[in-house]
């Protein structure tokens, strides 16, 4: 598609901030008005419009599909992303463990178990942790509490995290990443545990690379899109 406009703006609307090109405001694939919570998250969606040349290229708008998503999908049915998210956590990777005494068990109890215990302290729950593969069900408190905890956020900020917690098969990292100070590079290193794993045992090729530096180049977008969301003002 050609560019249509000329002029990005950023403008103040009723419910938050909206981006402007040529004085006509953006909408979301469903025609909806694409109104975001902070200035900060209008600016970089501005700055993605504006830097585009004379041809669209889709691959350059790196916020603008989580905004969308979060109006679209997660706005028109919140209730289907908790469950969703939910679902995460009742099969969470980090409960997930090799056999006792296997040498990838160990490496598993080592990094993984410290965050684990983490967010069950932070958050008042119980994960089961499971050898093998077999489904086991997690604590219903634990999940109701964890409910609790999703509700309470905004559209956009579940959009996020439903991002996050796709590309880690976890709601332990999701949760993580949301905390102040969370080490991005670590909680990546931590879903990618197992490839990596592999990896040692086999090596890598250039398909593996590059997958691996596609999830982590969205795994930081969408963690800069909670930063953006939460940074409020």
Not at 58 to 86: K, M, N, S, W
Not at 120 to 129: K, P
Not at 139 to 151: G, I, N, V, Y
Request: aromatic share 8%; hydrophobic share 45%.
């Amino acid at each position: 598609m050609k560019r249509f406009y000329k002029d990005v703006t950023v403008g103040a609307v009723d419910g938050g901030f909206a981006v402007l090109l040529d004085g006509r405001p953006v909408k979301t694939p469903k025609r909806a008005p694409q109104i975001v919570p902070t200035r900060g998250l209008a600016e970089a969606l501005a700055a993605e419009w504006a830097a585009q040349g004379e041809t669209l290229d889709p691959r350059a708008f790196r916020f603008r599909d989580h905004a969308d998503y979060a109006l679209d999908i997660v706005g028109t049915d919140r209730a289907e992303t908790i469950a969703q998210l939910l679902t995460f956590g009742e099969t969470d990777t980090l409960c997930y463990r090799a056999e006792p005494g296997e040498a990838l068990f160990r490496r598993q109890e080592e990094r993984w178990e410290p965050l684990l215990q983490r967010l069950e302290a932070r958050e008042g729950v119980r994960f089961i942790r499971i050898s093998g593969v077999l489904h086991r069900p997690q604590p219903p408190e634990s999940l109701a509490k964890l409910r609790e905890r999703l509700t309470a956020f905004d559209d956009f900020t579940l959009g996020g995290l439903f991002a996050i917690v796709s590309l880690a098969a976890s709601l332990v990292i999701g949760l993580e990443a949301l905390e102040a100070g969370a080490n991005l590079d670590e909680l990546f290193a931590l879903a990618e545990l197992e490839e990596a794993w592999q990896a040692e045992l086999w090596g890598r090729d250039a398909e593996a690379e590059a997958r691996t530096a596609k999830r982590a180049a969205d795994f930081t977008t969408a963690h800069e899109f909670l930063r953006l969301v939460r940074a409020r003002r």
